[in-house]
T-cell receptor
Framework: DVKVTQSSRYLVKRTGEKVFLECVQD?????MFWYRQDPGLGLRLIYFSYDVKMKEKGDIPEGYSVSREKKERFSLILESASTNQTSMYLCASIPQESRANVLTFGAGSRLTVL | QQQVKQSPQSLIVQKGGISIINCAYENTAFDYFPWYQQFPGKGPALLIAIRPDVSEKKEGRFTISFNKSAKQFSLHIMDSQPGDSATYFCAASITGANNLFFGTGTRLTVIP
């Protein structure tokens, strides 16, 4: 089974801190995604990457950046965390050749910004 | 703008009852409609999916009904069980595209 691992399950940070959320997948998938999940808003795409060093903005990229230096690893960066970035963050991956867009998600990283 | 609209936001059903969650979309280019199930503390996982060339797909107690002309699709859970209690997301995408558009989610609670 494909495994998507988010190393930090729970984080508490202060306003203005730099935050790194790490995601690793073990099935050689080309495409990786970062979503944000908020009650009543569903899953909103922040950024995605279809190859190493490639990135594309999603629906809500403001306040975030990403890094993909290796195929298996996709990092989400909050340069200066703010309270409105308190949320659940979900990483997902999918192979390039997939006809059906079946995303495999990690378990999520719950971030609280005080 | 929400590409996929989902209702209700929450749903409480008695054990053995039928749970129905509805979704609607506008983009006629969408050709793949999955449903994801998310348990507390876990990421969403694919439950069942349908393409618009069929009007219904059934897998066990889970059925997707698809109405292409109305641009609506729904998830029916027959004989709902407490273990079905989870958040359900509908989604839509275009084959080959890099993104799925998700609904806002429905929190289902099945009471014994």
């Amino acid at each position: 089974d494909v495994k998507v691992t988010q190393s930090s399950r729970y984080l508490v940070k202060r306003t203005g801190e730099k935050v790194f959320l790490e995601c690793v997948q073990d099935m050689d998938h080309e495409n990786m995604f970062w979503y944000r999940q908020d009650p009543g808003l569903g899953l909103r795409l922040i950024y995605f990457s279809y190859d190493v060093k490639m990135k594309e903005k999603g629906d809500i990229p403001e306040g975030y950046s990403v890094s993909r230096e290796k195929k298996e690893r996709f990092s989400l960066i909050l340069e200066s965390a703010s309270t409105n970035q308190t949320s659940m963050y979900l990483c997902a991956s999918i192979p390039q050749e997939s006809r059906a867009n079946v995303l495999t998600f990690g378990a999520g990283s719950r971030l609280t910004v005080l | 703008q929400q590409q996929v609209k989902q209702s209700p936001q929450s749903l409480i059903v008695q054990k053995g009852g039928i749970s129905i969650i509805n979704c609607a979309y506008e983009n006629t280019a969408f050709d793949y409609f999955p449903w994801y199930q998310q348990f507390p503390g876990k990421g969403p996982a694919l439950l069942i999916a349908i393409r618009p060339d069929v009007s219904e797909k059934k897998e066990g107690r889970f059925t997707i009904s698809f109405n292409k002309s109305a641009k609506q699709f729904s998830l029916h859970i027959m004989d709902s069980q407490p273990g079905d209690s989870a958040t359900y997301f509908c989604a839509a995408s275009i084959t080959g595209a890099n993104n799925l558009f998700f609904g806002t989610g429905t929190r289902l609670t099945v009471i014994p």
